[in-house]
């Protein structure tokens, strides 16, 4: 079965440490898409990145990079330099297309940056 | 573009009293859609997929006969919570996807959540 932990539940740093939330994934399917998800104060989601089972480069994006790694089945995110406004939950999920599209999320881990 | 509102985005009601939430895909016709419920500092669960036109799938788990999703069209989803419980009280979201994209995965759009506290 399909399954994501998130295995830190919270982290707490302090403003422009770098900080990695981990993600580790099961799934039997050879095509999958894993995803990063934040979740503010507010409660909207939002979208962060998208990666498909096929696709093991690693990416930047300003202050966020991810390091996708099948063979241990992680894809974990950095962010860089961290800022207060980055305080969140942030969910890694997983989705395999040939199953109707569904989306399992991990627990999530809530990130606070201190001034 | 690929924008979905929730309708309330909070909303009190009385134990016993049923509530019904909206989601509307506003520039697109949303094939499925999707519900979740997330109790505080949990994750998100499906509860249910809906496609347009058929009868809603529910999760092992989700009484269908208590939170009825109704489908009706392509832009338009509806959850009600039938005699809501304190228990109900959640943070409810939808998403919404469309087949036919030109990606081989049918990406989902969130709306923004819909709050409900059952007295």
């Known amino acids: 079965a399909q399954k994501v932990t998130q295995a830190q539940t919270e982290i707490s740093v302090v403003e422009k440490e770098d900080v990695t939330l981990d993600c580790v994934y099961e799934t039997r399917d050879t095509t999958y898409y894993l995803f990063w998800y934040k979740q503010p104060p507010s409660g909207e989601l939002v979208f962060l990145i998208r990666r498909n089972s096929f696709d093991e480069q690693n990416e930047i994006s300003g202050r966020y990079s991810w390091n996708f790694q099948k063979s241990t089945s992680s894809f974990n995110f950095t962010i860089t330099a961290s800022q207060v406004v980055d305080s969140a939950v942030y969910f890694c999920?997983?989705?395999?297309?040939?199953?109707?599209?569904?989306?399992?999320f991990g627990t999530g881990t809530r990130l606070q940056v201190f001034p | 573009g690929a924008v979905v509102s929730q309708h309330p985005s909070r909303v009190i009601c009385k134990s016993g009293t049923s509530v019904k939430i909206e989601c509307r895909s506003l520039d697109f016709q949303a094939t499925t859609m999707f519900w979740y419920r997330q109790f505080p500092k949990q994750s998100l669960m499906l509860m249910a997929t809906s496609n347009e036109g058929s009868k809603a799938t529910y999760e092992q788990g989700v009484e269908k006969d208590k939170f009825l999703i109704n489908h009706a069209s392509l832009t338009l989803s509806t959850l009600t919570v039938t005699s809501a419980h304190p228990e109900d009280s959640s943070f409810y979201i939808c998403?919404?996807?469309?087949?036919?994209?030109?990606?081989?995965?049918?990406?989902?759009?969130f709306g923004p959540g819909t709050r409900l506290t059952v007295l």
């Open positions: 999920a997983l989705s395999e297309p040939y199953n109707t599209d569904k989306l399992i």
């Open positions: 998403s919404a996807s469309y087949s036919g994209s030109a990606l081989s995965y049918n990406e989902q759009f």
